[in-house]
T-cell receptor
Framework: SAVISQKPSRDICQRGTSLTIQCQVD?????MFWYRQQPGQSLTLIAT?????????ESGFVIDKFPISRPNLTFSTLTVSNMSPEDSSIYLC????????????FGPGTRLTVL | QKEVEQDPGPLSVPEGAIVSLNCTYS??????FMWYRQYSRKGPELLMY????GNKEDGRFTAQVDKSSKYISLFIRDSQPSDSATYLC?????????FGSGTKLNVKP
């Protein structure tokens, strides 16, 4: 298994501002992912964070709105840009480990509220 | 058609009951099957992992895969109030994960 930490754990932000969420994994990682989860809903994949190259975004998500960095194998950031109340959600990072590439481990999530 | 379907519940049972949580899937190529448990305001936690068909047991939890029916199940024996959470099934194939919508379980003392 792995320990995945996220910062911040929660935040309340004003409309039009940006928030950067950090994700750190304590094990060797192959893939890292960012998800959004609305209250009571399942997981929606935002993008796959690629180390050393641009992230791969899912349909409906764009780089200008959700820029992602992954400067090394175990660390990634997701920025939620120009926020609106519709961006209020839980943002989760996850990782596939080098030792078990057919499962994912999740961070604790970042609860974002946009006023 | 969604790749994986899961009844959202909620499912409410008395303490000590046997719980059965289920998912169906459409692509027979899936080989890896997982169950995650998510407590309120927490990230999903990997609970069970199964490769191909058959059963896997871990304490009070049993994961079952029936590839011929494209049906996966999670059984919880002697359910406890601490089992109250949302349970998500997940499938993996060709570098892509598919998650069910989650079933919310409430175990009443």
């Amino acid at each position: 298994s792995a320990v995945i930490s996220q910062k911040p754990s929660r935040d309340i932000c004003q409309r039009g501002t940006s928030l950067t969420i950090q994700c750190q994994v304590d094990s060797q990682v192959t893939m890292m992912f960012w998800y959004r989860q609305q209250p009571g809903q399942s997981l929606t994949l935002i993008a796959t964070a690629n180390q050393g190259s641009e992230a791969t975004y899912e349909s409906g998500f764009v780089i200008d709105k959700f820029p992602i960095s992954r400067p090394n194998l175990t660390f990634s950031t997701l920025t939620v840009s120009n926020m609106s109340p519709e961006d209020s959600s839980i943002y989760l990072c996850s990782a596939q480990l080098a030792t078990s590439t057919d499962t994912q481990y999740f961070g604790p999530g970042t609860r974002l509220t946009v006023l | 058609q969604k790749e994986v379907e899961q009844d959202p519940g909620p499912l409410s049972v008395p303490e000590g009951a046997i719980v059965s949580l289920n998912c169906t899937y459409s692509n027979s190529a899936f080989q890896y099957f997982m169950w995650y448990r998510q407590y309120s305001r927490k990230g999903p936690e990997l609970l069970m992992y199964t490769y191909s068909s058959g059963n896997k047991e871990d304490g009070r939890f049993t994961a079952q895969v029936d590839k011929s029916s494209k049906y996966i199940s999670l059984f919880i024996r002697d359910s406890q109030p601490s089992d109250s959470a949302t349970y998500l099934c997940a499938l993996y194939n060709f570098n892509k994960f598919y998650f069910g919508s989650g079933t919310k379980l409430n175990v009443k003392p």
